[in-house]
């Protein structure tokens, strides 16, 4: 695993520094001003978008999970997972298309790079909040997923310059292997307490 998390690591510590350095350099101040707004104020907005979710498939499987119905509090997780694994593709994938359409200068590397560190703060924010708060325990899954989507998508990006389409079926594919993750451990976890009551 450390593989994957060394530089996914280095990445979140640098990536976006080094970034916008190099746009500084550029003078593309208007991506970087966008960029960083985004950021810093996303949270709220994804705030916001997570909301539906959490009425729609959060409460009607917490209610059914407390009247031991776990197949359809599963169902209910698996609705909430695809719904944020789905905001999160389209967060992402929107930030880099908005940032990449704003640049006065297009420099692929700079922009892909910048584009990751922007979009991926506020989520990851919002997922060390959730833990935090003895929240969501799979938050960080779906972090981490969309972390290794976007360097899969952003380096595609860099070598191809491939279109929406197939940036979008990258992320997605990605993004819908963490969410089979979640339910596993969802239904491992869910096993796991059963056995726990039955025998208590």
């Not at 917490?62 to 593709?89: C, D, P, Q, R, S």
């Not at 200068?105 to 919002?126: D, E």
């Not at 938050?139 to 279109?163: W, Y």
Request: overall charge neutral; aromatic content about 12%; glycine content about 10%.
């Amino acid at each position: 695993m450390e593989i994957v998390f060394l530089p996914l690591m280095i990445l979140n510590m640098v990536g976006g520094v080094a970034a916008a350095i190099w746009l500084i350099v550029l003078g593309d101040w208007l991506v970087l001003g966008v960029g960083i707004a985004i950021a810093f104020f996303g949270n709220w907005i994804i705030n916001l978008a997570l909301m539906p979710g959490m009425f729609l498939f959060g409460a009607p499987g917490m209610a059914l999970e407390n009247k031991g119905k776990h197949g359809g509090a599963l169902f209910f997780a698996f609705l909430n997972a695809v719904y944020v694994a789905a905001l999160i593709t389209f967060w992402c994938i929107g930030t880099l298309l908005l940032l990449t359409s704003l640049a006065k200068t297009y420099s692929v590397v700079p922009l892909t790079l910048f584009a990751y560190g922007c979009a991926t703060a506020p989520w990851a924010y919002l997922a060390q909040k959730d833990q935090q708060s003895g929240g969501n325990e799979f938050s960080n899954i779906a972090i981490l997923f969309a972390e290794i989507a976007f360097v899969a998508m952003g380096l595609t990006n860099i070598i191809a310059r491939p279109t929406t389409g197939i940036l979008l079926a990258i992320f997605s594919c990605i993004m819908a292997v963490g969410v089979v993750l979640e339910m596993l451990l969802a239904v491992y976890q869910s096993r796991k307490e059963q056995r726990f009551r039955a025998n208590s």
